[in-house]
């Protein structure tokens, strides 16, 4: 299975600032996606990153608070726009081969807000 | 996309096998029926994943009757290091293939 690596593991942030975190995988893959999972929570799906267009948001999820990179096969980054204390999450990514295979997820970041 | 309804948490002893048991009646024909597990601080670890009748790996058992309107994932002889969050899937293989995730399974392993 893919080897995924998040950076980074954990920051802590200041009201109205941004944080970008980096999703690197060990191989191409054709599909990847950011999830956010509140302290306690399951995970929600924010957007799946596609490579070479635009990002596909969730409802309740935009463009401007949560921008997506995708510049590759093996990388893509989540930028969390104007962190408030709600934003504390933790901010997951995964990728996927194909269909018929299972999602491999990364060991997350985990953001607390001051 | 399929909503999946399991139980919130369950207790086990060392030793014992653990059934645990998701619905999900809006299943479409091409779904596949996937299990995570995940630990504090980590994220989903795939575990098994199945489309009908009986699959099995080296670290569970996944049933799913013909109707496959529910699964049941069983671990054998649990041990302390199993308490962990279980989470059943229905995953398209088509579309979007977006995971929606339920409220998962608090599963505590006593001694």
């Known amino acids: 299975s893919a080897v995924i690596s998040q950076k980074p593991s954990r920051d802590i942030c200041q009201r109205g600032t941004s944080l970008t975190i980096q999703c690197q995988v060990d191989?191409?893959?054709?599909?990847m996606f950011w999830y956010r999972q509140q302290p306690g929570q399951s995970l929600t799906l924010i957007a799946t990153?596609?490579?070479?267009?635009?990002?596909?948001?969730e409802s309740g999820f935009v463009i401007d608070k949560f921008p997506i990179s995708r510049p590759n096969l093996t990388f893509s980054t989540l930028t969390v726009s104007n962190l408030s204390p709600e934003d504390s999450s933790i901010y997951l990514c995964?990728?996927?081969?194909?269909?018929?295979?299972?999602?491999?997820f990364g060991d997350g970041t985990r953001l607390s807000i001051l | 996309l399929a909503k999946t309804t399991q139980p919130i948490s369950m207790d086990s002893y060392e030793g014992q096998e653990v059934n645990i048991t998701c619905s999900h009646n809006n299943i479409a024909t091409n779904d596949y029926i996937t299990w995570y597990q995940q630990f504090p601080s980590q994220g989903p670890r795939f575990i098994i994943q199945g489309y009908k009748t009986k699959v099995t790996n080296e670290v569970a058992s996944l049933f799913i009757p013909a109707d496959r309107k529910s699964s049941t994932l069983s671990l054998p002889r649990v041990s302390l290091s199993d308490t962990a969050v279980y989470y059943c899937l229905v995953v398209p293989t088509s579309g979007t293939y977006k995971y929606i995730f339920g409220t998962g399974t608090r599963l505590k392993v006593l001694a």
């Open positions: 191989s191409q893959v054709t599909m």
């Open positions: 990153a596609n490579q070479g267009s635009e990002a596909t948001y």
């Open positions: 995964s990728v996927r081969t194909d269909s018929n295979q299972p999602q491999h």
